[in-house]
């Protein structure tokens, strides 16, 4: 159940659709926004933008085509950066700078949020979560959007050597556990990117962040990358469906992907000169595959996620995930496929008796050996329906119960039953 405070919070945002899932991506650079450009981003499956200034034009065409904004440099920044300025945030940017924003700040259809900062230490939650209620209170129209640290992010220690903390805290359950003592937001929101930091961190993220929202009834919310590090790595279509469908198996309901545009590191979806490169093709496809899955998957609500079959493999070390044998979940039971499967349990929302399994089929996290598989499980006394994001999958009865479906590696798949 909300608190009083997250109620109000879900009352003052009106332009971002919460009942759906929505897709963003950040970073939108001048030389990417003429009409044909912003066509393209709206044909990409992209919902909204992140990282856009106040620009009216652009704007415009953002409202023409459906495509909402969370605006930055409309209220003073921050980012934690190394963390060497953790705690001075209030000094910095007293609340007095906040109001003089709002009261120059000319308001637009396609502004659905305030960028408020992005990856701050804990030693400034208190003072966000009074920034957060005054933004809001100073802009009714929008939600303020603040984005957390990975748990790759340092952490206090408490040597002769100390280094810059960027999460100012030991752990980084206690980095989140801080967020929402002391800022309300209704959602958390988070980066991470599995290709620098590891698909164990990449898990053990997914689940700090699903048992905070869990316990705290927020959304999830996760940016995942669609370019690289390396300038000479490009993220494959089946990379992009890993880490989608990850995010959506611990109940994700908002996903962001970085960047777009030139914003950091390489191999955007667009090149330096409004270009489309390899990228836009598997986002199209794979945003497509997301929005065909979106409105069935968020007639449910995750309330656990297991990881099945990942014996022999190393992607759960140090995660705090142990593996299941299979999955056992209402009417259905003993669901494997041989095969890693991460399995995200749901409910219906609004006191519907329904449920849903969604499943990725995680076997192949780097796109090296793509396989077909078959996913195995009994279901007594109830209907079974598959989806895909290329739309329905056949359940086949075995006889006594037994059903089967075919998948393949890294597959987002949605059993309704």
Avoid at 260 to 281: C, F, I, P, R, S
């Amino acid at each position: 159940m909300l608190s009083s405070c997250q109620a109000c919070v879900r009352e003052r945002e009106p332009r971002m659709d919460r009942t759906r899932l929505n897709i963003g991506a950040y970073i939108l650079q001048p030389y990417a926004r003429s009409e044909a450009h912003i066509k393209d981003l709206a044909d990409c499956g992209i919902d909204f933008v992140i990282c856009i200034d106040n620009d009216r034009g652009a704007l415009n065409l953002l409202e023409k085509y459906g495509v909402g904004a969370i605006v930055t440099g409309v209220v003073p920044g921050w980012w934690g950066g190394n963390g060497e300025a953790a705690g001075s945030l209030e000094k910095v940017n007293p609340m007095q700078k906040y109001e003089e924003a709002a009261a120059s700040f000319e308001d637009h259809p396609a502004i659905w949020g305030i960028d408020i900062g992005d990856e701050p230490s804990a030693l400034d939650f208190p003072y966000y979560g009074k920034v957060l209620e005054r933004v809001e209170e100073l802009f009714p129209k929008q939600f303020a959007f603040l984005n957390l640290y990975p748990n790759y992010a340092s952490v206090a220690q408490n040597t002769e050597d100390e280094a810059l903390s960027q999460l100012g805290t030991a752990t980084y359950e206690e980095h989140i556990e801080q967020y929402c003592r002391f800022v309300h937001t209704d959602y958390l929101s988070y980066d991470f990117y599995y290709k620098v930091a590891g698909i164990q961190k990449d898990y053990a993220n997914l689940r700090v962040v699903a048992d905070a929202c869990h316990k705290n009834g927020l959304d999830m919310w996760v940016t995942v990358q669609v370019n690289s590090l390396d300038p000479d790595v490009w993220i494959s279509e089946n990379e992009l469906r890993f880490q989608a469908f990850s995010a959506l198996a611990f109940g994700a309901t908002n996903l962001s992907w970085a960047c777009y545009t030139a914003g950091w590191w390489n191999n955007q979806v667009l090149d330096g000169e409004g270009n489309k490169t390899q990228q836009y093709d598997k986002l199209k496809r794979v945003n497509a595959e997301i929005h065909t899955l979106a409105e069935r998957y968020m007639k449910y609500a995750n309330i656990e996620t297991v990881c099945v079959g990942f014996d022999g493999t190393d992607m759960l070390d140090d995660s705090g995930i142990e593996s299941q044998s299979a999955v056992d979940f209402g009417p259905l039971s003993g669901l494997s496929a041989g095969c890693p499967l991460v399995a995200g349990k749901m409910a219906g929302r609004n006191g519907s008796r329904s449920k849903a399994l969604f499943i990725c089929v995680a076997d192949d996290p780097y796109d090296e050996h793509p396989e077909s598989h078959t996913i195995r499980f009994a279901a007594k006394g109830c209907k079974v329906k598959a989806w895909s994001g290329n739309g329905p999958i056949e359940v086949k009865r075995c006889g006594e119960g037994l059903c089967e479906m075919p998948v393949v590696s890294n597959q987002g798949v949605l059993l309704e039953f």
